[in-house]
């Protein structure tokens, strides 16, 4: 009790140091927040299936395990690949709607992508959080939409160039195929034909 009351008779005693400095803190937390650059940040969430399930990788309910392989679409997302993409889509947009990248060199948009970029998989699903940060909030969406685009694309023709060498593998087997009848009965013409030539009948000849 006794220091409490120690702490009270001092406190009054300095009470105007103690006010000058609240106003002294205040006022350098409002010029703060005046002058600071201020961030946002905008998100997307991407939901990762597959056309048709893995053999190898199936659950024994017969869906596939995405959920286990959320970091390989997390390093795709964040890939130069994309990003490059991403960086040629905002590329096109107006001056006033990417900010962010205003004093930095054409080549280097990628990079500021990458730094303001997170893709991270939701635990225990196949969701993937796409985040950006920008000095804008329009500018923030503006990235997070280009990322998403160029890596909706990039997907798109991954799986259209998987299902054409499909197919050529598909159209070579059936080649092969024909060509192996057409050798098969080749050989059977020719055997018939020696049979006849020693006097012997055809098989299909015999009761």
């Known amino acids: ?99 962010d990248f205003a004093k930095v060199p054409r080549h280097e948009w990628a990079k500021v992508i990458a730094d303001n970029l997170s893709a991270k998989g939701v635990l225990r699903t196949e969701i993937i959080e796409v985040k950006c940060k920008s000095v804008s909030p329009h500018g923030a969406v503006v990235i997070v939409d280009a990322v998403v685009q160029s890596y909706m694309e990039f997907m798109d023709k991954h799986h259209r160039d998987v299902s054409v060498e499909v197919l050529e593998i598909l159209d070579n087997e059936r080649r092969q195929v024909e060509s192996q009848l057409v050798a098969k009965q080749t050989e059977l013409l020719k055997l018939k034909h020696e049979m006849k030539d020693l006097g012997l009948r055809d098989s299909s000849e015999v009761v």
């Open 1 to 99: 009790m006794q220091h409490v009351l120690r702490f009270l008779r001092a406190a009054r005693l300095r009470k105007q140091y103690i006010v000058m400095s609240l106003v002294v803190a205040s006022a350098l937390g409002a010029v703060y927040y005046m002058t600071a650059t201020r961030i946002y940040q905008a998100s997307a969430s991407l939901l990762v299936t597959t056309a048709s399930p893995d053999v190898l990788s199936a659950s024994p309910t017969g869906v596939s395990n995405v959920g286990a392989h959320l970091s390989t679409y997390e390093r795709l997302i964040k890939s130069s690949v994309v990003l490059e993409r991403a960086a040629d889509l905002i590329s096109t947009l107006p001056p006033e709607q990417r900010l």
